[in-house]
């Protein structure tokens, strides 16, 4: 069995789960996100209650779980791949995802231009990002810029076309990179 595919999905309170056919929908406090899975998935839902009484209609202790029809090797695939789609919905609509950037060189900043976001990075004109629907940037500093989203695959593809503006270059480091991301440093013509 996958360890990712058996490992139960925990429904926090405020949280719908809907499945019709191979369409999961969820709801939750943030929005909603909908996913097409594999039909050949069969997703069910347990509502043990682990409290006193069961109030409302979401049980407590609500789980999903995604089993597989054989263990074949595209449906082994599959199996975790169906589980951890679902997780990142169900995480997505109760705590949202986030992704930092970091900006370095002489002179390279962001700044918000209502949504959409304006880079400077050493080029004769101003880079300018827009936010699809469901992503949000934050500016905290000139040189550090935050999206933020329920979608963690958009949240993931904004990021990296904002990255893809200016990648790190391994002999000044100047660019933007993710936060924590380490640059390989190259010596140059000196050495």
């Known amino acids: 069995m996958s360890r990712i595919g058996r490992k139960p999905i925990a429904v926090p309170d405020g949280v719908t789960v809907e499945v019709e056919a191979n369409l999961v929908s969820v709801k939750g406090p943030?929005?909603?996100?909908?996913?097409?899975?594999?039909?050949?998935?069969?997703?069910?839902?347990?509502?043990?209650?682990?409290?006193?009484?069961?109030?409302?209609?979401?049980?407590?202790?609500?789980?999903l779980?995604?089993?597989?029809?054989?263990?074949?090797?595209?449906?082994?695939?599959?199996?975790?791949?169906?589980?951890s789609l679902i997780a990142n919905m169900v995480q997505g609509v109760t705590e949202g995802f986030e992704k930092r950037l970091e900006i370095q060189g002489v002179g390279y900043r962001a700044r918000l231009q209502g949504k959409a976001l304006e880079l400077n990075v050493g080029y004769s004109?101003?880079?300018?990002?827009?936010?699809?629907?469901?992503?949000?940037?934050?500016?905290?500093?000139?040189?550090?810029?935050?999206?933020?989203?329920?979608?963690?695959?958009?949240?993931?593809?904004?990021?990296?076309?904002?990255?893809?503006?200016?990648?790190?270059?391994?002999?000044?480091?100047?660019?933007?990179?993710?936060?924590g991301e380490h640059v390989r440093r190259k010596v140059g013509k000196r050495a």
């Open 30 to 63: 943030k929005g909603e996100l909908s996913q097409t899975v594999s039909r050949e998935m069969k997703i069910t839902r347990d509502e043990r209650s682990t409290g006193d009484g069961a109030e409302g209609s979401e049980a407590p202790g609500a789980t």
């Open 65 to 83: 779980t995604v089993e597989r029809p054989s263990d074949r090797g595209e449906h082994r695939a599959l199996h975790g791949l169906t589980r």
């Open 125 to 179: 004109h101003p880079v300018s990002v827009t936010a699809p629907e469901g992503i949000e940037f934050e500016v905290p500093a000139p040189t550090q810029v935050v999206v933020r989203g329920i979608d963690k695959q958009l949240v993931g593809e904004i990021a990296a076309r904002i990255r893809r503006s200016r990648p790190p270059e391994p002999y000044k480091g100047k660019g933007i990179r993710y936060a």
